[in-house]
């Protein structure tokens, strides 16, 4: 039966969508949604729950975070204020942030790109209290869905309050998993595809994806700005409901005003590389190839062995098993809420614009991280993409370092939209996971197999630190209390990695379902033809860069820091794919691929 719907999916349904939405004789992805007809259709899926690895774990069993009930013991202690844990752990000293000798920014930005491909945990709609309609931004008590974050007196941020505005994740609808869940047990959603399909470039819904096209386009192309251009290269387009709350150059007129972007996933106006990275693929989507499987092809290949280490990919991916339908591949909520977050600390606290020659950009300076949040303004009007992209390409990320582990720019000047204050990422990460109920670090640690730290010559073992240990100790009291998340991140790098061995192997998990549970993935036998494959393989991030920006020079890994010249190829020597290979119409089961 199953076979039978493979091939009308390979065939019928393509043809069907293809009449509807496709343009170009080089078209090799056109729609990546579809779902029914699969044996768990809702398995990766928009707006199902994430994934549960481990039960959920509750102060009232069903629905209250942990740390909701003031004076609640843990291990015989109450949980920390997750910003006292930022405020004693994350910025220890003022020492300097390192930089990472071996990879550049682009790594950490196509880490960020990638994680809003697969995740996308919703907040409550509601910015009020159920019961009583306090507004989530003024009051400092818990009441669903409100979980403010208290401050401790010397840890206050710009409003002054005694506690930051937190709201709580949406309760999941629909849920894919019955295993792991106790009737009746709060979970959270995903509300973007967990697949690696380019949802950030359409949408994770057919609906949204209308909304994106250019109607008036007989090719079905995505729509592009009408406003500005970039030296003759399209922006995204803006978002309809204007003005928009983007940030506007200061002094500008307001017939200037230059709004949020508009794209397949709403946070592309979070920064500026990560604009620019959705920017790339608008206009790399207009020549009718396949985003969706670069996408897969470019993380797979060049970005996870770099972050969880070869060893550690050979143990918990391995080569290509092919397609196994009894493999999820929905977003794990340990995966979403903290894993994957170990970017946050390797984001660097500047962000580089260089000219041709990958010096400092003489017009536009480098600018501090929260000059960048939600201010597209600084694209149409600052040189486009190009410094932006140079800067990722030759500058380093930021070497998670355990004497100053994030940067004081996302510890104290995050904005999020909607909340008229700043913010701090590593408290709101860890908030997350309390309001996720997710258990904690040493439960983690013992469902990927390893020793639980039950001591502090445990942790000292696995932290490399000693004078970190006794920080993470004083605040928490016993090693079971530690938040997932930080644990996680404190752990010594894995050979070759910028992830210790729980988020390795929590990460490696997760990409192994990701790509073991797709059906569409590039890999599996049917979806393309062997020769598509070895030319797929030809593609890279340095080519896209090439064909879609002004950028004349790169390095042939772009996540790899090199000097500049030395190490740079120009974009003529950057191996570009042989659209032979998809010419032959006759091969139809290759030639309509679908995702
Ligand atoms: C300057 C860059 C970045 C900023 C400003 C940023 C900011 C944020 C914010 C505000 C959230 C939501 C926090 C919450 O309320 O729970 C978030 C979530 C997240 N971030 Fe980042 N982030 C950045 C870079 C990264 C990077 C480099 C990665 C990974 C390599 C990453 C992975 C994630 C993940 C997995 C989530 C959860 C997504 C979800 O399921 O909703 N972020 N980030
Ligand atoms: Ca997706």
Request: glycine share 8%; aromatic share 10%; net charge negative.
């Amino acid at each position: 039966f199953y076979d039978l719907i493979y091939f009308l999916l390979y065939t019928a349904v393509p043809l069907y969508s293809l009449k509807m939405q496709c343009h170009e004789t080089f078209l090799i992805t056109c729609i990546h949604t579809v779902f029914f007809f699969r044996k768990n259709p809702l398995w990766g899926a928009a707006n199902t729950g994430l994934a549960r690895w481990l039960p959920a774990e509750y102060e009232d069993e069903e629905n209250q975070p942990k740390g909701w009930n003031t004076g609640r013991q843990y291990s015989g202690f109450q949980l920390p204020l997750v910003r006292e844990v930022s405020n004693e752990i994350m910025c220890g000293s003022s020492m300097a942030v390192l930089e990472d000798s071996a990879y550049s920014q682009m790594l950490v930005d196509w880490g960020q790109y990638i994680d809003h491909d697969i995740s996308f945990t919703p907040q409550s709609s509601s910015r009020s209290t159920f019961a009583e309609g306090r507004d989530c931004l003024h009051t400092c008590s818990n009441a669903d869905p409100c979980f403010p974050m208290q401050t401790p007196k010397e840890g206050k941020l710009s409003s002054n309050k005694s506690c930051l505005p937190f709201f709580r994740s949406s309760p999941a609808c629909i849920n894919v998993q019955t295993d792991m869940r106790p009737a009746g047990q709060r979970q959270q959603m995903n509300s973007v595809t967990s697949f690696i399909d380019a949802s950030t470039v359409y949408g994770p819904s057919a609906d949204l994806e209308k909304t994106l096209r250019n109607l008036s386009s007989s090719e079905g192309l995505l729509a592009v700005n009408s406003e500005y251009s970039d030296d003759g290269r399209p922006y995204l387009p803006f978002v309809s409901v204007q003005p928009s709350a983007c940030l506007q150059e200061p002094g500008s007129e307001p017939a200037a005003r230059v709004e949020c972007f508009t794209a397949g996933d709403s946070r592309v106006n979070e920064i500026l590389p990560l604009s620019v990275l959705h920017t790339l693929w608008v206009r790399e989507s207009a020549k009718g190839t396949s985003d969706g499987h670069f996408t897969e092809i470019i993380t797979m290949r060049d970005y996870v062995p770099k972050i969880m280490g070869r060893e550690a990919f050979d143990e918990y991916l391995g080569p290509y098993a092919g397609y196994n339908d009894s493999v999820n591949p929905s977003v794990s909520n340990v995966f979403a809420t903290a894993a994957f977050r170990f970017g946050h600390v390797t984001i660097s606290p500047r962000l580089r614009r260089l000219n041709e020659s990958f010096q400092e950009h003489q017009r536009f300076s480098s600018l501090s991280l929260h000059q960048t949040f939600f201010s597209p303004w600084r694209l149409v009007r600052e040189g486009g993409l190009d410094p932006v992209l140079r800067g990722l390409l030759g500058r380093p990320a930021a070497l998670q370092n355990q004497e100053h582990l994030m940067t004081e720019e996302l510890k104290e000047r995050l904005l999020v939209l909607n909340i008229p204050e700043t913010l701090d990422l590593a408290a709101l990460n860890l908030q997350r996971g309390r309001d996720h109920g997710l258990p904690g670090y040493n439960d983690w640690r013992a469902f990927c197999g390893f020793d639980r730290a039950e001591t502090r010559s445990d942790l000292v073992e696995l932290v490399g630190s000693g004078v970190l240990v006794e920080k993470i100790m004083d605040v928490y009291g016993h090693p079971n209390n530690i938040d997932v998340w930080l644990g996680g991140l404190l752990e010594r790098p894995v050979s070759g990695a910028r992830t210790g061995p729980l988020f390795a192997c929590l990460i490696g998990k997760q990409m192994k379902t990701l790509r073991e549970g797709d059906r569409f993935w590039w890999e599996h036998p049917g979806v393309f033809s062997p020769k598509q494959r070895q030319e797929l393989q030809t593609h890279s991030l340095s080519r896209v860069i090439c064909d879609n920006s002004g950028v004349t020079e790169v390095p042939l890994d772009p996540f790899r820091l090199g000097s500049y010249p030395e190490d740079f190829v120009f974009c003529g020597n950057v191996p570009s794919m042989d659209l032979e290979a998809w010419r032959d119409v006759k091969n139809v089961k290759y030639y309509y691929n679908l995702k």
